[in-house]
C-alpha cells in the first residue's frame, strides 16, 4: 500500500484502508457502512490543487459515494496536566 502525496495506490487490502485515506485527505471523521469485506486494488489518483472534489471523484469511479451526516462522537483528550 502507497499512500503518495497524489493519492493512494494498493494491491489486496480491505475496504476499511478507505476510511482511514479519507479521513487523513478530508480531516473530518469517516466511517464505512459498505459492508463489503473482500480485498481490493484501490487506485486513487489527487489533484493537488483539488484534493477533496478529486476524491470524491475517485470514490465515485469505485462506485462510492460519501454522504454527510450528523452523529454523536465518543473521543479521548489528552492533556499534560
Do not use: A
Not at 476499511?16 to 487523513?24: A, G, K, R
Not at 480531516?27 to 459492508?35: K, M, Q
Not at 484501490?42 to 475517485?58: A, I, P, T, V
Request: hydrophobic share 30%; net charge negative.
Amino acid at each position: 500500500m502507497s499512500y503518495r502525496g497524489r493519492g493512494l495506490q494498493s494491491t489486496g487490502v480491505p475496504v476499511e484502508v478507505l476510511p482511514n485515506y479519507t479521513e487523513i485527505t478530508l480531516r473530518r471523521p469517516v466511517w464505512d457502512e459498505t459492508d463489503y469485506f473482500n480485498q481490493y486494488d484501490l487506485n486513487l489518483e489527487l489533484r493537488l490543487e483539488d484534493k477533496q472534489q478529486s476524491l470524491l471523484e475517485g470514490l465515485q469511479k469505485l462506485g462510492l459515494t460519501l454522504v454527510e451526516s450528523k452523529r454523536p462522537i465518543e473521543y479521548l483528550i489528552l492533556s499534560s496536566k
